[in-house]
């Protein structure tokens, strides 16, 4: 594996690699790396020549800045799972590289409703700064192909609004959310929780269930009721739980059964936010 720290760099090495022939996969991350960040790996390898992954804790999509001070990092091990994982270039750059000219120079994207609501509404700025660092890093490394995860349902739809807006030349891959043996979705802030966090945190998945299971026979408002029962009867401090459209995430308080929806929950376990989302029929 290659490791690249320059944007100029990796765009010769890339340039070089399609001038071949060969096609590039594309996997974002903010390290950390799970098994949830190695089947992306996995889906690039599958699917093209070369696959490249970047690490980069972006500062511009955490609003909140204790969230960005205790976000993990283990790049060492991450080098290694990369490796092994048979990812061909990692790129791994500075802040500096990525914001030469400081943070306060980003021109707003349009991405209209989507930014309005769920993560866009409780996380202000974050869809803004996604799209800044994943804009910046598409035109660095132009992939064919862009591989992100389910896990983050809303963040997908951004992206491919991005690549609308943009006009830019890849396809964007959504991948199902891997999850640990007892269902809690993998995710790097998992390993903030501590033991009663952790027990706790399976409530999201349990709720998810739940919702599959008896969204054919209970209103949606009483779903909701009690999904923010059991999430607040297991010290989760719910930031949504939403019935939403599953094209357009607009919420859904009646399902006339045929309505392609999905089931999303961001909550806080004391200091720590998840995430998860489950397509219901
Ligand atoms: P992150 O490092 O959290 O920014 O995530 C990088 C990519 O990995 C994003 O596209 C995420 O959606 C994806 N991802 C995170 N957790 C999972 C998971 N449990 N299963 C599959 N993909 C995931």
Excluded at 52 to 79: G, H, L, M, R, W
Excluded at 91 to 97: C, I, M, N, Y
Excluded at 253 to 268: C, R
Aim: aromatic share 8%; glycine share 4%; proline share 4%.
């Amino acid at each position: 594996m290659t490791i690249i720290k320059g944007i100029s760099e990796l765009q010769e090495n890339v340039n070089f690699l399609k001038n071949n022939g060969k096609t590039i996969g594309f996997v974002p991350t903010m390290g950390a790396l799970h098994d949830g960040h190695i089947s992306l790996i996995a889906a690039s390898k599958s699917e093209n020549n070369i696959t490249v992954c970047s690490i980069f804790v972006n500062p511009t999509q955490f609003n909140d800045p204790k969230d960005f001070e205790k976000y993990p990092i283990t790049i060492e091990a991450d080098i290694e799972k990369l490796e092994l994982s048979g990812t061909n270039i990692l790129f791994l750059p500075s802040v500096k590289e990525m914001y030469p000219d400081g943070f306060d120079k980003a021109q707003p994207y349009d991405l209209g409703f989507i930014e309005t609501i769920l993560e866009g509404k409780y996380r202000p700025g974050h869809f803004q700064g996604v799209c800044q660092i994943v804009h910046k890093l598409l035109l660095a490394v132009q992939p064919h192909n862009l591989y992100m995860g389910q896990k983050d349902y809303q963040q997908c739809m951004v992206i491919n609004k991005l690549i609308q807006i943009e006009n830019l030349d890849t396809k964007l891959h959504t991948r199902p959310t891997l999850r640990e043996k007892d269902g809690l979705a993998m995710s790097s802030r998992n390993v903030r929780l501590n033991e009663e966090e952790r027990k706790n945190a399976l409530t999201i998945y349990r709720v998810l269930n739940y919702l599959k299971d008896h969204i054919e026979k209970e209103s949606i408002a009483y779903l909701l009721d009690r999904s923010n029962l059991m999430l607040t009867d297991n010290n989760f401090r719910p930031d949504y739980v939403s019935i939403a459209d599953a094209e357009t995430l607009a919420p859904v308080e009646n399902w006339d059964g045929h309505q392609k929806i999905v089931a999303l929950i961001a909550a806080y376990q004391n200091e720590v936010r998840l995430i998860d989302n489950m397509v219901l029929d």
